[in-house]
Structures are given as C-alpha cells and as structure tokens.
T-cell receptor, first 108, second 113 residues
C-alpha cells in the first residue's frame, strides 16, 4: 500500500464545475503539499498545509490531521486548470513522499 | 516566489554516454537540494538528497555510482547520469527548500537512444 493515496486518478469536468481531489496518507507528517504539474512537466507548488484550510483564488485546500486526509478544491473550473495535481507529504521537514497524482481535464 | 532553474530542459544522448544536469537556486541559497525522477504516468520518486559540502544521501535502490551528485556551492547542485542506458530515460526534477516551502525546477527530460 502506498503511503500517499490520491483519488480519483483521472477526472474530467465541464467548465464551471466544482472539483474535489482527495489525498490520504498513512504516515506522520510535518506538512502536506499540493502541487500542479503541467503537460510539459513543470511543477508549481500550490499550497503547503500543516493544519486547517488555505485559499488562493479559486483554489482551496483543507487538511484534517487526525484523519490523515486532505482535499484540494477548485471552484468554477476552467480549461486552463487542466493538469496533474499531486499531493506530497513532508515526513521529516524536507523529505517528500508523493502521491501518484490526479489527472484533471476541464472541457469548455 | 523563489526560483529554481534546471539546465538543460531536454537532452537526447546515445547509450553509454554521460549526461550532466544542473539545478540552480537563483535568488536564494540552498544547503540541501533534492533530485527526483518521474517515469511516464508514474509518481515522482525521490532519488537523493544533495548536501552542500558533503556527500549526497541516496534513496534505497538508487545507484550512487551511476547517479553522481555534486553540490559544489550554495546555489548549484549537479546530477550526472553516467553510462546512460535507455532505461534511464526519464524526467528528472530538482527542488530546493526555502524555509518550509519547496521550490521545484522545471525539470529535464532525458532520452537515451
């Protein structure tokens, strides 16, 4: 069993839909990251969370430390949101373990 | 935010040759940098931790004699894939921490013919 599990693996949506991507982990962590990987491979860090909730524009990330679970939400999705979203957990203040990613496609 | 660059972005080489990939932190110093590998449709996997002024720490299953890492300065780490083979074809990404954040390079796509 992977230490970091994401669901769904693939997700398609119509423009404007509300999207949720889930991440569960089985290890103790110091922080959790949500990353966005574009088709060319470049990675952008969206959020780093250790508790609660963060919001940036149309993106919202939440984490429940007790349940070892995090969600990434995208409101009013847009085709430019199409990318792979990766959850990564920070287990000793620097070493990241990555989930397998969720491939999102948003159609106009 | 902080910027991490990688060079080259794409490289094609013949089997048996060595390839050097550079990772630079452009506007901050990083005593530690991380190297990851991503095979098609798979997750990123940590290969090694690059430590400025000391030996790199390799993850289990990563051959340190094949993937040479040199962290010569506080802004530069290099990964050299020695005697590359087609199975080494992959996407290599580095990251550098600044505070509690991780900043990723744009990646290097290596194709070994």
């Amino acid at each position: 069993k992977n230490e970091v599990e994401q669901s769904p693996q693939n997700l398609t949506a119509q423009e404007g839909e509300f999207i949720t991507i889930n991440c569960s982990y089985s290890v103790g962590i110091s922080a959790l990251h949500w990353l966005q990987q574009h088709p060319g491979g470049g990675i952008v860090s969206l959020f780093m969370l250790s508790s609660g909730k963060k919001k940036h524009g149309r993106l919202i990330a939440t984490i429940n430390i007790q349940e070892k679970h995090s969600s990434l939400h995208i409101t009013a999705s847009h085709p430019r949101d199409s990318a792979v979203y990766i959850c990564a957990v920070d287990i000793n203040a620097d070493k990241l373990i990555f989930g397998t990613g969720t491939r999102l496609q948003v159609f106009p | 935010g902080a910027v991490v660059s990688q060079h080259p972005s794409r490289v094609i080489c013949k089997s048996g040759t060595s390839v050097k990939i550079e990772c630079r932190s452009l506007d901050f110093q990083a005593t530690t940098m991380f190297w990851y590998r991503q095979f098609p449709k798979q997750s990123l996997m940590l290969m090694a931790t690059s430590n400025e002024g000391s030996k790199a720490t390799y993850e289990q299953g990563v051959e340190k004699d094949k993937f040479l890492i040199n962290h010569a300065s506080l802004t530069l780490s290099t990964l050299t894939v020695t005697s590359a083979h087609p199975e080494d074809s992959s996407f290599y990404i580095c990251s550098a921490p600044l505070g509690t954040e991780q900043f990723f390079g744009p990646g290097t796509r290596l194709t070994v013919l």
